[in-house]
């Protein structure tokens, strides 16, 4: 994205924008290492060549590309559905990105149907390739036995069958009528190997459970926390709001100088988590609050008002913060600092985007000083796609 698109997107002039993109490349345990430019399969040069002239053709959906015909390895196959922008040199890809910004971010599951019955995979993987796969089955009218034949299948497979390639340590399985649902309304079964998978991330560790967030690119994440460790600037008289704080990722890199840090999240298991990697990493100025932010953050700010500087940091899916979020930290004067991460900008992020930095509007309840967006830096955490997360720096 260039300085003018956000320039354009923020309404703030081009000068306060600080244009800075970052690239990574991950290891996959199928695959050689990803780097830009750089071809999956045991290709020939030639046919190296030859697609990296003629690329596939991206939908404008941005979710599936067309593959080349004929000799396309599986690997390939993969990476063109995963990582549509990987048979493109780097600087092709930066000069594209103001186009592809704009399309809906990929879905990280795949999906298959066995005998009218759908299944969701979603895998996540560390530095040393510790691998955990997530089951999400959706079955229809099946009674406990047939699950049961399924899991026992499904053990089977990734353990004996062809996907013991996998070298999986951590198996896990979520049956659900819906497409999506939490731990605490159906709970994750662990039929194989340990129940979490650990990262180390700017010297830190933390534990992942099935059900909490974390980064997928942990090189990449290791910017995104350093980048938003430089914008808050927090000192010790800073008590620093980590708002849809998962694991704690973001609150255990930005601790160090701050007095105290309050990370608020709605996923019991990932409170469990970052509650656990505090204690791991012997931090103690750190507490996490289990609850809706919408409803934790307005009853919490009351008893902040002593202090003499607050620091927020919020990281909200795609669906952007609740209103009441933005209400509150609109309408509390300490808070003079926001750092907002956001992994689709140009969507309902926008309307806060808006809210913070309008007049005061009494119909709305946004009675404080509006804030001003003085720094926005992309940092590309999906390499080889059209999508990254962007940090944006608020202030008054």
Not at 229 to 247: E, M, N, P
Not at 279 to 299: Q, S
């Amino acid at each position: 994205m260039s300085a003018a698109s956000l320039s354009r997107l923020l309404g703030i002039g081009p000068q306060l924008i600080s244009r800075q993109l970052f690239c990574f490349h991950t290891s996959q345990r199928c695959c050689t290492n990803v780097t830009f430019g750089q071809s999956l399969g045991p290709t020939t040069a030639a046919k190296q060549e030859n697609v990296r002239k003629h690329p596939p053709k991206i939908r404008k959906s941005g979710k599936t590309a067309k593959f080349p015909s004929t000799n396309v390895t599986w690997e390939e196959r993969l990476a063109d559905a995963v990582t549509p922008l990987w048979r493109m040199n780097y600087e092709e890809q930066l000069q594209d990105y103001e186009q592809f910004i704009r399309h809906s971010p990929l879905d990280p599951c795949i999906l298959f149907h066995e005998g009218g019955h759908w299944r969701e995979i979603t895998v996540r993987t560390n530095r040393k390739g510790d691998t955990m796969a997530i089951v999400y089955f959706h079955p229809q009218d099946l009674g406990k036995e047939e699950i049961r034949k399924h899991q026992k299948s499904l053990v089977e497979y990734f353990t004996t069958g062809p996907g013991a390639a996998c070298e999986l340590t951590s198996l896990y399985f979520q049956e659900s009528a819906m497409t999506r649902c939490l731990h605490e309304e159906s709970p994750y079964q662990l039929l194989y190997g340990i129940p979490y998978i650990f990262e180390e991330v700017l010297g830190l560790t933390f534990r992942i459970s099935p059900d909490a967030f974390f980064q997928v690119n942990t090189e990449g994440a290791e910017v995104l926390y350093q980048t938003v460790r430089d914008l808050i600037r927090a000192s010790g008289d800073y008590i620093v709001l980590d708002v849809c704080c998962g694991t704690g990722a973001v609150g255990l890199t930005v601790c160090q100088g701050a007095a105290r840090v309050i990370g608020i999240e709605l996923i019991d298991q990932a409170v469990e988590d970052a509650q656990c990697n505090a204690v791991l990493n012997g931090i103690d100025n750190c507490e996490f609050l289990k609850g809706k932010a919408e409803i934790v953050l307005p009853e919490l700010l009351p008893s902040l008002e002593g202090a003499k500087f607050l620091v927020a940091v919020v990281n909200p899916s795609r669906a952007g913060l609740h209103y009441r979020v933005v209400r509150a930290i609109r309408n509390c004067e300490q808070i003079r600092r926001l750092v907002y991460i956001s992994c689709k900008p140009e969507g309902e992020a926008m309307r806060n985007f808006v809210e913070l930095c309008c007049l005061p509007d009494q119909q709305k309840k946004l009675f404080g000083d509006p804030f001003t967006p003085t720094l926005a830096v992309p940092v590309d955490m999906f390499p080889h796609t059209p999508h990254c997360e962007l940090v944006l720096l608020f202030e008054r």
